[in-house]
Nanobody, 124 residues
Framework: QVHLVESGGGLVQPGGSLRLSCAGS????????MGWFRQIPGKQRELVAM???????YYADSAKGRFTISGDVAKKTVTIQMNSLKPEDTAVYYC??????????????????WGQGTQVIVSS
C-alpha cells in the first residue's frame, strides 16, 4: 500500500510562485523515481517534472526554466518550486511515485501510485 500526500496548492496571480510538496509512506521501498503530473478537466494527465535516485531530472517543455523539482527518494519526498506562473498552469497537480528509473518512467505510462491532488489556480 502506497500513500502520497500533497500540499501547497492555492490561488496565485500570474507571475507569482508556488511550492508544492509531497510526502510518501507505506510500502514504497521499491520506489526509485518521484514526480509531478497535472490535469485539466477534460484532458489527459500530463507529466510536468520527475527525478530519480540517480539524480536525473526531466521537465516538460512547459516547465523548463520556470519549475524546479527536488526531493529524496529514500525519504519519499518530492517538492516542485513553480515560478513565473501562467494562467495555463492552472490544474490539479498530482504527486507520483515510480519503481522505474527516469528514462523508463518518462517513456512509459505513469505508474499507479498517486496522491489525492492539489489544486493550483493562476488568475488575477
Amino acid at each position: 500500500q502506497v500513500h502520497l500526500v500533497e500540499s501547497g496548492g492555492g490561488l496565485v496571480q500570474p507571475g507569482g510562485s508556488l511550492r508544492l510538496s509531497c510526502a510518501g509512506s507505506g510500502s514504497i521501498f521499491s520506489i526509485v523515481a518521484m514526480g509531478w503530473f497535472r490535469q485539466i478537466p477534460g484532458k489527459q494527465r500530463e507529466l510536468v517534472a520527475m527525478f530519480d535516485s540517480g539524480g536525473r531530472t526531466y521537465y516538460a517543455d512547459s516547465a523548463k526554466g520556470r519549475f524546479t523539482i527536488s526531493g529524496d527518494v529514500a525519504k519519499k519526498t518530492v517538492t516542485i518550486q513553480m515560478n513565473s506562473l501562467k494562467p495555463e498552469d492552472t490544474a490539479v497537480y498530482y504527486c507520483n511515485a515510480d519503481p522505474r528509473l527516469l528514462r523508463a518512467a518518462v517513456a512509459g505510462p505513469p505508474f499507479n501510485y498517486w496522491g489525492q491532488g492539489t489544486q493550483v489556480i493562476v488568475s488575477s
